[in-house]
């Protein structure tokens, strides 16, 4: 049986994608201030088995490698973050030189490989001395993110192009200030709330500031963590539910960004929890932006549950395939949300900017590493979203989380994501099978079916 090859258009992006905390380790290196997450990492009890980023992948120094692995695999588009406190240590105020050099060079090297470089400007490492001042439920701190991103743009703005103003900002709000399981580590739903337009206000600033440096070329967008919500029955209450948390979850900031407005339902349903919006805020988030880019890793499957936040609580569906994080593997979940997004609010254009899955992933005696579950998820994944763009979602492009294991946040060390494994100890990288099958992809620029 001949096998059908699923063809991308020519100039699809194939790219990768990290954060620094994530992978720079160097964390109190050549001037780097404090970020939010040394001080969460090094306070006994908050990530798992203490870990913490100080060395990471060590990206700081090993850049050149990691670059030509990006190269080996054929990657045609790079997504990385910038550090705020690398660069400006206190947040406001002088700027570190030697920090801006590091991204100088890394962005030189990647554009000497012929990579496009994809930046992101908040990846969740906030500088210290910001959140004494009150972190992002300060509203100042969204003139202070103006400041810094016209620092960096004006640094790297003559040869980056594709910038990402904020990745999910609805992790940075309600996993930081909601939950308290990330970065501050604050437990107050109000101050979620707040933080979430802050955010998206910043935002709006940031995008100001890039259409002001005047190049045709920016390309401008904001990262968003999406995903289908399927009511766990046909009962009226959960299909509440399932509503109320894609309000929390999608809406909240879908709405304000292409629309200009909160979702009614959400307004009504925070309360007194609302933040205070001030005149001329929504119009300065609505600021049009090029692409949105979507983070997708799974959907999920609601129930009212009155005792939880919001109301409801998720279900795990039985037999379904999970992954190390438990999340369903659901291939079809990145049709769905890609086309509901299109639909819905008709951006100029799409980016994938993260999907992928952590796996317990091991070193063979002969040295590979046969993470064939990842491959599977990746290929059932890349199907649905060509089928999504064969009913004209505008997608351009497409980044794997992760180029290489890295700290997973709360979860340390713990989570595999990488197309490249990771030997910790040793610093050594090697290649999963799925960063073999994923050069192919791209080499084909296609998926074997
Ligand atoms: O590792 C994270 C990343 O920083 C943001 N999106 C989800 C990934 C996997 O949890």
Not at 13 to 20: E, F, I, N, V
């Amino acid at each position: 049986m001949s096998e059908e090859i699923l063809k991308f258009p020519d100039d699809f992006l194939w790219g990768a994608a990290t954060a620094s905390y994530q992978i720079e380790g160097a964390y109190n290196e050549d001037g780097k201030g404090e970020s939010i997450w040394d001080r969460f990492a090094h306070t006994p009890g908050k990530i798992y088995r203490g870990d913490t980023g100080d060395v990471a992948c060590d990206h700081y120094h090993r850049y050149r490698e990691d670059v030509e692995n990006m190269k080996k695999l054929a990657l045609k588009a790079y997504r990385f973050s910038i550090s705020w406190p690398r660069v400006i240590p206190q947040g406001k105020g002088p700027a570190n030189d030697a920090g801006l050099d590091f991204y100088d060079r890394l962005v030189d090297e990647l554009l000497k490989e012929g990579i496009e470089p994809f930046i992101t400007l908040y990846h969740w490492d906030l500088p210290q001395a910001l959140q004494e001042e009150g972190g992002w439920a300060n509203r100042d701190l969204a003139g202070y993110f103006a400041d810094y991103v016209a620092l960096v743009a004006h640094r790297l703005g003559d040869r980056v192009h594709h910038w990402i103003t904020h990745n999910e900002p609805w992790v940075t709000s309600f996993l930081g200030y909601g939950l308290g399981v990330h970065a501050p580590g604050i437990k107050d739903l109000a101050s979620a709330v707040q933080v979430s337009h802050h955010l998206l206000l910043s935002h709006g600033r940031a995008v100001e500031v890039l259409r002001d440096l005047g190049d045709e070329r920016t390309v401008v967008g904001i990262t968003l963590n999406l995903s289908p919500i399927h009511p766990a029955s046909e009962k009226e209450e959960d299909k509440r539910a399932a509503e109320r948390y894609d309000g929390n979850l999608n809406r909240w900031f879908l709405d304000p960004i292409f629309k200009g407005t909160y979702p009614p339902d959400m307004w009504k349903y925070y309360g007194d929890k609302v933040p205070k919006v001030l005149a001329g805020d929504m119009s300065v988030i609505s600021k049009r932006i090029d692409f949105v880019g979507v983070n997708y890793y799974t959907r999920s499957i609601v129930k009212a549950d009155p005792k939880q936040m919001f109301g409801l609580s998720t279900l795990k569906v039985e037999g379904a395939e999970y992954t190390d994080m438990e999340w369903e593997v659901y291939p079809r979940g990145i049709y769905e949300i890609l086309k509901r997004v299109q639909d819905d609010y008709d951006p100029e254009a799409i980016y994938i900017t993260e999907n992928g899955a952590a796996f317990p992933d091991e070193v063979d005696e002969d040295g590979k590493v046969r993470d064939f579950r990842r491959i599977n998820y990746l290929k059932e994944h890349f199907a649905f979203a060509h089928r999504a763009m064969k009913e004209g979602v505008k997608l351009k492009g497409y980044f794997v989380w992760s180029l290489m294991d890295n700290f997973e946040w709360a979860y340390g060390y713990s989570k595999r994501f990488g197309l490249i494994y990771l030997d910790y100890p040793t610093q050594k990288r090697i290649f999963k099978e799925s960063a073999h099958w994923y050069r192919k992809v791209i080499e084909k620029n296609g998926v074997e079916r």
